[in-house]
């Protein structure tokens, strides 16, 4: 395995108003993906303003100035591409993929919503119907009300602590006036970014970008969000919710995306939960039969994030010898480490999915956004990542593990099925166990905007209804 990653051919384009762009020329396919990314996300929302971010990335394809609503998306069609945005906590991303001979009238959409948005009230009031639809629909989903209980539970100062999407109390009380003044507030070149693959003339592009962009006016710079205090012991919940599967969700305070750390617990949910060769996998699926699914994720974020278990339980299966068994797997972790042919098999893994994500010109673009929004160093990370992880010593991940999957720091959220307490859950108690780290395949469609487990990749799920 090589030990070092081939930075692409990038251009920095930088504007005196903060403004930054990306530009990488790539053939032969005569296409271009052009991505603008924001940094504003949930992190950035009021008391009061929960899901404005969201609802705003919506209200940006219902007219500028410019451009009449529907017209972006009519354009878009006319020119036989395609265009999306998402929605995390840490950012908002708007793209597009064009052909290109006319990929630069996405340049022209991005600059003019940036600041001369409508906000029109009437269809503020019609897109808050959508948006309330849309958050309805993912109660209804079984994973994505227990992820988010576990969050609440990790986070209790920090914004992390609400939803993407928001509360409907706050969404449903949120007045037009009230988005227009958080836009004017967050969205400018300052607070932005614009990554461009393709087929592209970069000397042509670095002046369309300055002419378009240049004139934009400065906003206030990011407010840093509060701290989260350390957690003073384990926090545990139960819901009752209406579905008749009993589901588990461990998380695991941890540390920010790009650090070493970060890595080391890629590693670590890879052997925990992430495939059929997994120790929850081996012990939980196939030799006590007891869940039918469950997965670990590593959700390091711009602020510190967590580590994440899911398990979905097999009809008759006793919460109580599930929990204890996670609990036990996750001390074996830290006592043992990741075996040698394990940590050898993983680290081919992970290889294969970072460089799978060079194929498209927008697979790349989102690439170099991730990096570029969430790391200190930006993009010029992707040059470290796959040595860093082929860096990480046996020692170091036991170490990391100690450090981090500790159940007195610890998340634990029961979802039940009906209103009655199913037995043994209560008596689960923390069996001495010390640490823990996880979440499931299944719950990957709970979160909006969530980067992939190489901390790549397009958050599809973000995207607009």
């Known amino acids: 395995m090589t030990n070092t990653t081939m930075l692409p051919d990038v251009e920095v384009v930088e504007l005196e108003n903060g403004f930054k762009a990306l530009l990488v020329e790539r053939g032969p396919l005569p296409v271009v993906a052009s991505v603008l990314w924001y940094r504003v996300g949930s992190r950035d929302e009021r008391t009061g303003e929960t899901g404005v971010s ?25 020119m036989g591409g395609s265009n ?43 897109e808050k119907n959508v948006v309330l639809e849309e958050l309805a629909m993912g109660e209804d989903e079984p994973w994505r009300p227990l992820y988010q209980a576990t969050e609440a539970l990790l986070y209790q100062v920090h914004p992390y602590h609400h939803p993407v999407i928001g509360y409907r109390e706050d969404l449903e009380r949120l007045s037009a006036q009230q988005m227009r ?48 205090p350390p957690p003073l012991g384990e926090r545990r919940a139960i819901m009752r919710t209406p579905h008749s ?52 994720m590593n959700e390091t974020r711009q602020e510190p994030g967590a580590m994440f278990v899911l398990c979905e339980l097999r009809d008759g299966s006793v919460p109580a010898k599930v929990e204890m068994i996670v609990r036990e797997e ?39 956004g991730r990096f570029e929004a969430g790391t200190p160093d930006g993009y010029r990370t992707l040059a470290t990542v796959l040595p860093t992880y082929d860096s990480l010593t046996p020692g170091e991940l036991r ?16 979802a039940l099925p009906g209103q009655q307490p199913q037995a043994g859950v209560k008596s689960a108690k923390p069996a001495k166990a010390t640490k823990a780290a996880g979440k499931p395949r299944a719950a990957r469609r709970a979160k909006k905007g969530k980067r992939a487990e190489v901390k790549v990749a397009a958050s599809k799920r973000g995207k607009r209804a």
């Not at 708007?94 to 948005?117: G, N, P």
């Not at 967050?186 to 932005?192: C, E, L």
């Not at 042509?204 to 989260?228: C, H, M, N, S, Y």
């Not at 394990?342 to 294969?352: N, Y």
Request: with cysteine; aromatic share 10%.
């Open 84 to 126: 999306n945005a998402f929605t995390d906590t840490d950012g908002t991303a708007y793209y597009f993929t064009l052909a290109s001979d006319r990929w630069e009238q996405a340049l022209e959409i991005e600059a003019s919503r940036m600041r001369d948005c409508l906000l029109d009230p009437h269809e503020f009031a019609n």
């Open 54 to 78: 969201h609802f705003l990335e919506h209200m940006m394809f219902k007219g500028t100035e410019r451009y009449a609503k529907g017209q972006i998306d009519l354009q878009t069609s006319k």
């Open 399 to 414: 170490d990391v593990a100690t450090r981090y999957l500790d159940f007195d720091k610890a998340a634990v959220v029961w």
């Open 245 to 296: 599967v009993t589901r588990l969700c461990i998380g695991f305070p941890t540390c920010r995306v790009g650090e070493r750390d970060d890595y080391a617990l890629d590693l670590l949910a890879h052997d925990l939960g992430n495939s059929k060769n997994s120790r929850l996998y081996r012990r939980l699926v196939r030799e006590e039969e007891l869940v039918t699914d469950v997965s670990v």
């Open 330 to 368: 996750v001390k074996a972790l830290v006592r043992e480490g990741v075996a040698k042919k394990d940590l050898q098999r993983i680290r081919a893994q992970i290889r294969a999915s970072f460089l799978f994500q060079d194929e498209s010109v927008l697979d790349l673009a989102m690439k170099l």
């Open 181 to 228: 003044d958080y836009y004017r507030r967050n969205y400018g070149p300052n607070r932005a970014f614009l990554v461009v693959v393709g087929n592209i003339d970069r000397a042509r592009t670095a002046q369309r970008i300055r002419e378009l962009f240049g004139p934009l006016p400065r906003v206030d710079d990011r407010t840093p969000p509060l701290k989260e």
